[in-house]
């Protein structure tokens, strides 16, 4: 992790090394490991003139410690070693742009294909991506999809064994919340995108795929995307000179036995027009009315936690509101063990809860599971008695026997739309990554509010899985 931060966060370098020397001292404190001492320099040594002899001598002594004590082989241990991240080598490659913390890529990784080029604005998520996957850092850009259209040229040789191009452009601008980001076209009568900032990023998108040229490629969004199809096919054809067949997707998460209600749009397309009609049949076989799986079912066997008694340290760890990494045998059921592989954990990462003040406990407590702010048992405590035509979902609290509401980045601000069933606290990080089927053993970085931005953000890697699973029978 070292590398990530002296290529990413230059100025903050040695703030950042000083708190990965915390969190390696942490994990060696829980698994009994004494730090041993070297003579040599076990990190590099371009390190030395930011981070003072004193830092680097402990990060040079905490690394040798993790390799004498077969670190690689430590399920968390490993994720800092720099050795371990490779280029990539497969015949199924492919390219994530607006990744963010990898919710996408994870479910093609586990479909078969192997990530080769990442990119996201937004470093706290590529720290997460970077942290979780073994992708040498040179296969990382942070930074805005227009620099990187730009400067192609630059990047051009990495793309060469492409053969999947995937994404989500930031789905703002499509939201139900903006209901004006088109306008009808008085000539074709066809809905077609204001130029906003937040629409126009998935033009980038596409003029990379005319670029790279990959077998097939995946756009992900919210189902207002949908309303503005006909010129997303437009502008693909005419940067890809007609070279893809569409297969455009309307899904719900819960279809695919995923503990959660997220409707979104999926536009799949393929060179070959035969296999990509076929791809729409696949997935539409794995449909299933609703999931089997319920809230209950991912909050399964989570240590009991209540909110963060002080504003003032939201990133503190305790016994009372949770811990960021703590050893923990993490108990499986059978959603657990599809969504961790059958791999057990010995730790637990991003658990812990936030700052909530008494009134907003109060109502935590009262308000029964499926009621909202409505609800005549918390009626004398809400502050928007005036405009409940507006806040009615300002509190929430979710049934354990159905699957959640949409997991969104606006629990980054608060988590009162999504109330814990049966403990006075909104949602942990980890219980929302794993309505969103990410794996126990992935961790996410930054502070706490970033995790909850990472998490609403992503894809569920359950059904991102589903798209995979039915591109890779082209190649089987």
């Avoid at 942070?142 to 064994?161: A, C, S, V």
């Avoid at 988590?415 to 929302?432: D, T």
Wanted: net charge neutral; with cysteine.
């Amino acid at each position: 992790m070292l590398e990530f931060y002296y290529k990413f966060h230059p100025k903050q370098f040695k703030i950042k090394a000083s708190k990965l020397a915390k969190e390696i001292e942490f994990i060696f404190l829980s698994e009994g490991i004494d730090v041993l001492n070297s003579d040599e320099e076990n990190i590099l040594e371009d390190y030395k003139s930011q981070l003072g002899i004193d830092l680097f001598k402990k990060l040079s002594n905490l690394y040798f410690t993790i390799r004498i004590n077969s670190g690689e082989q430590h399920s968390l241990l490993k994720k800092y070693l720099p050795e371990l991240k490779k280029e990539p080598q497969g015949k199924l490659q492919f390219a994530d742009f607006f990744s963010g913390a990898g919710g996408l890529s994870q479910g093609l990784i586990n479909a078969g294909f192997e990530p080769a080029f990442i990119n996201d604005n937004y470093i706290d998520a590529l720290e997460t991506y970077y942290f979780n996957h073994n992708l040498a850092l040179t296969r990382f850009f942070n930074g805005n999809i227009q620099e990187l259209f730009r400067d192609f040229h630059i990047y051009q040789h990495l793309f060469k064994d492409i053969k999947l191009v995937a994404g989500g452009p930031p789905c703002q601008g499509f939201s139900k919340a903006n209901r004006r980001n088109y306008t009808i076209d008085e000539v074709s009568n066809l809905k077609t995108f204001i130029e906003d900032e937040r629409n126009i990023l998935y033009k980038y998108f596409v003029e990379l795929i005319g670029l790279i040229k990959p077998d097939f490629f995946i756009m992900e969004n919210v189902r207002g995307m949908k309303n503005v199809q006909a010129e997303i096919e437009n502008d693909i054809d005419q940067k890809t000179d007609q070279a893809y067949s569409f297969s455009p997707l309307i899904v719900d998460a819960q279809s695919f036995d995923i503990p959660q209600s997220r409707h979104r749009y999926i536009m799949v397309g393929g060179r070959d027009f035969m296999f990509i009609e076929s791809v729409k049949r696949t997935i539409d076989l794995k449909k299933k009315t609703k999931s089997k799986y319920k809230l209950s079912d991912a909050l399964f066997g989570l240590p009991v936690i209540s909110t963060n008694p002080s504003i003032r340290d939201p990133d503190t760890d305790s016994d009372k509101h949770g811990y960021s990494t703590r050893k923990f045998s993490v108990p499986q059921n059978e959603f657990l063990n599809g969504i961790n592989s059958n791999r057990s954990s010995d730790y637990l990462f991003n658990h812990k809860s936030r700052y909530n003040n008494d009134n907003d406990l109060e109502i935590f407590r009262l308000l029964p599971e499926g009621q909202n702010s409505l609800h005549e048992s918390i009626q004398g405590l809400t502050k928007y008695k005036n405009r409940d035509h507006i806040f009615h979902d300002k509190y929430f609290k979710l049934r354990s026997s159905e699957v959640s509401k949409t997991i969104t980045s606006h629990m980054k601000y608060d988590c009162h739309m999504y109330i814990h069933p049966y403990q006075a606290r909104g949602l942990s990080p980890r219980e929302a990554a794993r309505i969103q089927t990410f794996p126990d053993e992935y961790v996410f970085r930054g502070n706490l509010n970033s995790w909850y931005k990472q998490i609403g953000n992503a894809v569920p890697v359950k059904l991102a899985q589903v798209i995979g699973e039915a591109l890779l029978k082209f190649y089987i």
